[in-house]
């Protein structure tokens, strides 16, 4: 009996968390993942890895708050098991800190995570530039064991891991049924999408194994966040720049503007210097459409465009297009589900 020949392209955290919800729920299709970069070479890799969002302005609030709510509860359940310290995964507390009052001072996620309050006058006497905060406990999730961890998830359901850079889609038309997109910025070129562009981040890693609470300034650019074996300093934010080394000056700004809201960071060793491209996009894309490939007309779901809160939603939007497989599958002729 021919088994349906399902692929996913990328191995980041969008990818592997796509793979594992498909293998796991259709155990009855074949699934391959195929990419050209895997753990530690992805974004994914790299990123903090803190459970938090800003909105996407077109993507109804609903789904938002379901793709972080999904997200936040499968890795709570992964915090609080035997498999936290494998999955890289451990709760955070901490907080965020406002130079000016913002707009909006509960977040669309402030009742999904724990514990959320507005921070007393007397517990912002320690950032003496900033005038309001928000205390709560998010996840911290580090991805270079938590991509390693979700690939054995994903082989032991059954599914197939390939090193290999798709040129294009119409290589896969062949091989497979159906195709799943999540190859973050390289969307821009596998499937010609020019509202994809990076958003530069660099970080630190440093030793400051007394530090335990993560800081991040509501701009959006400063942060600290402790995890399993050092703490992540950042960052910048810097919207279409390519530039994939280190910026040394970059590096000293980080250093300052870290130590001014931690001062006991002058003392923290730096053990690391990374840089990743955010894969940005107004909204990320996760929806279906059908593609002509070599005579052909191919389903491809596609989940890409997380930009700086891919590690957040990941889940979330990995179930999503785990439904839209599905649909695809139901509108198939009979002889292809054989
Ligand atoms: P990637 O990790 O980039 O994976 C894409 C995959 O697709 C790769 O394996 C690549 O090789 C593959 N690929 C691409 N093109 C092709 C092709 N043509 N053929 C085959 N394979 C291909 N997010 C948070 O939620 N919280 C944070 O605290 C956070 N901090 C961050 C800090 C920094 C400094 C940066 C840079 C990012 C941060 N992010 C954070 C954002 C997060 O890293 C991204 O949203 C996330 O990694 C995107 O995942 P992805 O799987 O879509 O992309």
Redesign the pocket.
């Known amino acids: 009996m021919k088994r349906l020949r399902l692929v996913v ?7 592997f968390s796509t793979a594992v919800c498909i293998a796991e729920a259709l155990p009855l299709c074949s699934v391959t993942l ?5 753990s530690p ?13 800003a909105e996407f302005p077109d993507v109804p609030l609903e789904r938002q708050r379901r793709w972080f709510k999904d997200s936040f509860d499968h890795l709570l359940a992964i915090a609080q098991s035997q498999h936290a310290p494998d999955a890289g995964v451990m709760l955070s507390s901490g907080c965020q800190i406002f130079k000016e009052v913002p707009a909006n001072k509960t977040p669309f996620w402030s009742d999904l995570v724990i514990g959320f309050r507005i921070m007393a006058d007397g517990e912002l006497k320690r950032f003496p530039d900033h005038k309001f905060g928000q205390a709560f406990t998010s996840i911290k999730c580090e ?1 270079s064991s938590y991509l390693p961890w979700l690939e054995k998830r994903f082989r032991e359901a059954g599914g197939q891991v390939e090193q ?4 294009s889609l119409q290589e896969l038309s062949d091989g497979f049924d159906l195709i799943v997109n ?6 821009k ?2 499937v010609g999408d020019a509202g994809v562009y990076p ?5 630190l890693q440093v030793e400051a194994p007394w530090l335990n609470h993560f800081i991040r300034d509501g701009d959006g650019k400063t942060y600290i ?1 402790p995890g399993i074996h050092s703490v992540t300093i ?2 910048t934010r810097q919207e279409g720049d390519w530039r994939l080394h280190v910026d040394k000056g970059d590096t000293q700004s980080i250093l300052e503007r870290c130590a001014r809201l931690e001062p006991s960071l002058k003392k923290a060793k730096v053990l690391s210097e ?6 940005s996009r107004r909204n990320p894309r996760v929806e279906r459409e059908r593609v002509q490939l070599q005579g052909c007309m191919v389903p491809v779901v596609h989940n ?1 465009g ?9 889940w979330g939007t990995a179930l999503d297009a785990l439904e839209l497989v599905r649909k695809c599958i139901q509108e198939m002729p009979q002889q292809a589900k054989l």
Not at 164 to 167: A, L, P
Not at 199 to 203: D, K, N
């Open positions: 392209v990328g191995a980041g955290v969008v990818g195929l990419s050209e970069k895997f070479d992805t974004t994914s890799d790299g990123a903090a890895g803190i459970l938090f969002a991805c290999r850079k798709v040129n999540c190859s973050g910025l390289g969307s070129e596998l958003v530069r981040g660099q970080v966040y950042g960052g990374w840089v990743g491209l955010r894969p890409y997380h930009g700086g809160w891919g590690v957040t939603i990941a």
